[in-house]
Every structure is written in C-alpha cells, then in structure tokens.
C-alpha cells in the first residue's frame, strides 16, 4: 500500500504523466493471464523510481508495481471479474537535492476487460454495405440475442476499442464516416533531451502512435530532401542525429503508414541548438532584484549587435518564455503587479537571426526575491541582552508564526539578504563568537517558507547590539601594563605599515561583515 509523507512538488516532473498499457490490449478471459505495464517514455528508469498502480473511482489500495528492465509490471495471474475496470498509475521517487519525495501526475487511464466464453458472441454488419466511399457515411450494426447495456466497437489493425455506445433494446448502431473515423490518428513527436541542445552533441528524435508494426517517417518542412523512414516493431521510432550542427536546427515533423494508408503530418517539434560561440546575454532587473507585492520592475536582456530575438525564461518551467523582438542591444521585460508567484530565477538568451532555430547559450541566473507584507512580521531577539563584552559570544534569534522556514540575518542599511540563519522549523539562530568592535549595530530578519523559497517576509523590527570594554582586574591591568610597553616598541616599528593599510582599506570602503552575500543569497532556492 502506498503511504507517501508530505512532499515537494516539482511542476517538471509532475507534467510528464507515465503511460499504461495492457497485455494482451484486447482484454482477458476468466482466469487467464494479463499484464499491465507502466513506464515513462523516452526515459531512462531511474533506479530511485517506483511506479504505483492506482484504480481511478475504486477504495482499493495503491500497489507498488515491479520493476522490469525500463517498465515496471504488474501481473494477474488469475483474472476475475474484480479485476475488471479502469487503471492507471503514477511515478514516483525521492528529491536526491532536497531529500523530499516527489509524484507524478496520473497516467491516462486504461480500461481492463474480462472476457466471459459463456457469453454468446455478437453478431455484426455494415449498412448499407461492407465496400464504401472516402468520405461517405455507414451504420455498424452490432446485436445479440440477450439483452446487453452497452456495446464496443474495435478495430482490428487499431487494436483497441473506437467507441461504445448504448444499444436501443439488443440492437447497437455505431455511425461511421470514412473520411473522419478511420483516417490514421496523428503520431507524437518529442526530442530527447529536449533542451539544452549545443553544437557537437547528439539528439534523438522519436515519433510515436499507440500501435506496433508501421513505418515512421520524419521530415524536416522546407527541406525537400529530407525524408527519413524506419520500420519498427514497437510504437514508436527512433531518429539519431548524431554531431549535430546549424543546418540541423530547425522544426521538424513525423508521420507514419500502415495498412496502406499514411497519417496526417505530427505537429511540429523544434530543435534549437545552442551556439557557444555566440556571446552569452546579460540580465538585470530595475529597480533591484527584491520586489514587493503589487510593485512593478523591468527585466532586461542585453548583448552586442541587433536584430535579434530575445527569450526570458524562468527555471522550474511555471511560465512559457517569453520573446521580445530587439532592432538594438537591449530587450525591456516588464512585469506589473508582482504577486508570489513572480518570485524565481530568471535567465535570458537570444536569437540571431531572429526567426531562427539557432539560440545563444542562456546568461546567467537572477533571482527574483518578493515581499509579502501579508505575510507576519517575525521578531528578533539577542542573547544575552544588554551590551556584549569584547571577545564575548552572542545569539541571534529569529522567530516566525509558523513553519518550516528559512531565516536570515540583515544588517540595518542593507535592503538584501546578508546571511542564513540556522533554520528550526519556525526559529532561526545565528551566532557570533569572538565579539569586536565591528560587529556592534542594529540588527533585523525576515523569513520565507521552505515551499515558496523566493517570497519573503518584511523585516523585523530592528534590535541593536551593543559591544563594550572587558571588565579589568587589578592583575589583569598590571599585566597590560607590560604589554602595553612592549607593545608600543613594536608599534613604533610597524607605524608605516599599518597606517598604510589603514589608509588603503578605508579607501576602498572595508567592513566587517558575517557572511558572504552573494552565497547566501544565492541558496535561497
């Protein structure tokens, strides 16, 4: 039985749903033996995944499927009527980033039929005859002699069930025109990987339709030579475009043929190849990078040269990209009204020429941080309170409403993130040993939930850290003293070289800070 924890979604891998499948598709006979198959196509099994098989309407448990080879079974053995009925299953598998299990969404369901040889066969006929014209409009008669409440129509060559309708006593009738219901279905077309394509490297293009035994052809549109076909035995074929380069960039499409007949063209699948050669794109977001609800900012992209396209993507594919035609150097993004959702890392590439199946590699990656001020305001606290002696310790605490969350530091007159705090469920902590001078301000912090890494609370109320002199004993004094002496000797010695440091540093703005910004903020996904 299935008994998944809370989990992580990933909107990647919840879209891509398995597909199920029986065998034989055609149903079972009491007591005879079936199989049902589940797997993703195109992908290699991850050794980490499971796949569970769920009946869609039925209080009967998840079951965990087994593994074979790159599809995972699960066997009947011993059909009975209570096998009967609707199947699907969904994937499943644990985060190796964030440890968190993760589901897929359900497979298309297929539906299981027993079938029972005390039943008398039905009878079949085609009116008004079995030879028709293309386009031209028949009537399937199916009946039998018991009364019966509902009727199948199946294709042969197809494989699987057309339709069912409902029989008017123990008479059903199926309308049928040619042109429409027996022309070949369209196939799929999809490329593995599908993105991230560069010169040099290989793609497989596959064609797929749910039956065995065809043809499948692929074509590259403008391209009169290209007409590629293979014959295969499974539902689908494969096209290995090996050391791939610009003339190969573009869209393509399949089609497939059986039974003397050839199926309408697939719809059409790109491949966008990524040029390093081109420079990459530059990103930045104006007014700055941390935005609050309902506010508006612009994203730009730019690079050398015009006339191009530029594309605006966002990682974890929640929105399309989005495209922005460019006569200069610069494409302007805008987003009004930021909302949570909004928040995320943002990238951007182009394309020169525009129209053309040729990208540059994407820039680099800019968070989008925004504030909630809905969400409530967490509080700070520092212990011990009070003033801190020199060389002393001292714990930052942060605490929110609710959790889990992660926690972080700010430093007063810096709007971004500063540092990590050290996350406990709803509490952070941060602690500094060794207290100097430098150290000593006002402090506050924010919060944003583990489940929307990129929206933020608003700041704390700041809390101020006090840093004061060690208290003195009189034997502690005495031995300064000394130290004092000998101290001002060496100082004598070193005057020029630390007033030349001291100088330089204060030039260049030098401060004390606790963390690295640019780390900690960039770990916040």
């Known amino acids: 039985m299935r008994d998944f924890p809370p989990y992580q979604p990933d909107p990647a891998f919840y879209q891509k749903k398995p597909t199920i499948d029986l065998d034989p598709r055609k149903g079972v006979t009491l007591g005879g033996k079936i199989t049902i198959y589940c797997e993703r196509l195109h992908e290699r099994r991850d050794p980490n995944m499971s796949f569970y098989l769920q009946r869609p309407g039925n209080q009967t448990p998840d079951v965990l499927m087994q593994p074979r080879g790159d599809k995972d079974e ?7 009527w209570e096998h009967r009925g609707r199947y699907s299953c969904t994937s499943y598998y644990l985060s190796s980033i964030s ?15 027993i079938i029972d040889a005390d039943l008398p066969r039905p009878n079949i006929a085609v009116s008004p005859s079995r030879m028709a014209l293309e386009d031209s409009k ?7 002699n018991i009364l019966s409440k509902i009727f199948y129509l199946h294709h042969r060559i197809l494989g699987r069930n057309l339709r069912s309708v409902k029989p008017e006593g123990n008479l059903a ?27 040099g490297e290989n793609v497989t293009i596959h ?19 290209m007409d590629e076909c293979t014959e295969t035995k499974a539902t689908w074929g494969k096209f290995l475009i090996s050391n791939v380069n610009r003339e190969h960039a573009g869209r393509y499409r399949c089609k497939y043929n059986y039974s003397h007949r050839i199926s309408d063209p697939s719809e059409p699948v790109e491949l966008l ?13 104006i007014p700055n990078r941390m935005a609050f609800v309902g506010s508006n900012i612009t994203i730009q992209c730019s690079t050398k040269g015009s006339s191009k396209t530029f594309y605006l993507h966002k990682d974890g594919g929640q929105i399309e990209p989005q495209l922005m035609e460019s006569d200069g150097e610069t494409a302007t ?21 525009s129209g053309s199946s040729i990208s540059s590699e994407t820039s680099e990656a800019m968070d989008l941080q925004v504030v909630d001020p809905n969400l409530p305001r967490p509080a700070i606290s520092i212990n011990p309170n009070g003033s801190v002696p020199l060389g002393g310790q001292v714990t930052i605490l942060c605490v929110a409403q609710d ?8 430093e007063a007159g810096d709007p971004m993130l500063n540092c990590s705090m050290e996350p406990k469920w709803d509490k952070g902590e941060f602690s500094i040993s060794n207290i100097s001078w430098e150290h000593q301000g006002n402090y506050s912090c924010s919060y944003a939930f583990y489940g929307r890494p990129f929206v933020f609370s608003e700041h704390s109320d700041p809390k101020g850290l006090l840093v004061s002199d060690p208290p003195e004993t009189m034997d502690y004094a005495q031995v300064n003293n000394i130290r004092f002496a000998i101290g001002v000797v060496i100082l004598l010695l070193l005057t020029y070289i630390v007033t030349s440091d001291y100088l330089f540093w204060k030039e260049q703005g030098r401060k004390v800070v606790l963390c690295d910004i640019s780390r900690d903020a960039g770990t916040t996904g």
Request: hydrophobic fraction near 35%; glycine fraction near 6%; charge should be neutral.
């Open 403 to 410: 959790g889990p969350a992660k926690f972080y530091l700010h």
């Open 99 to 113: 440890g968190n299990p993760v589901i897929s969404e359900p497979s298309d369901p297929v539906e299981l039929m």
């Open 207 to 225: 064609c797929q339709h749910d039956n065995q035994d065809r043809q499948f052809c692929l074509q590259k549109p403008g391209d009169q030579l």
């Open 333 to 353: 993004f805008s987003i009004v009204n930021i909302n949570q959702s909004h928040g995320g890392m943002y990238k951007c590439s182009y394309r020169r020429p």
């Open 74 to 80: 699960f066997f009947i053995s011993n059909a009975s």
């Open 173 to 199: 009738k199926f309308p049928i025109t040619m042109s429409w219901d027996f022309a070949p279905d369209r196939p799929t077309i999809s490329l593995s990987p599908n993105k991230g394509i560069t010169i």
């Open 273 to 285: 190849i990524t040029d390093p050669d081109l420079p990459r794109p530059n990103i930045s977001v």
């Open 138 to 144: 028949i009537i399937i008669l199916c009946w039998t």
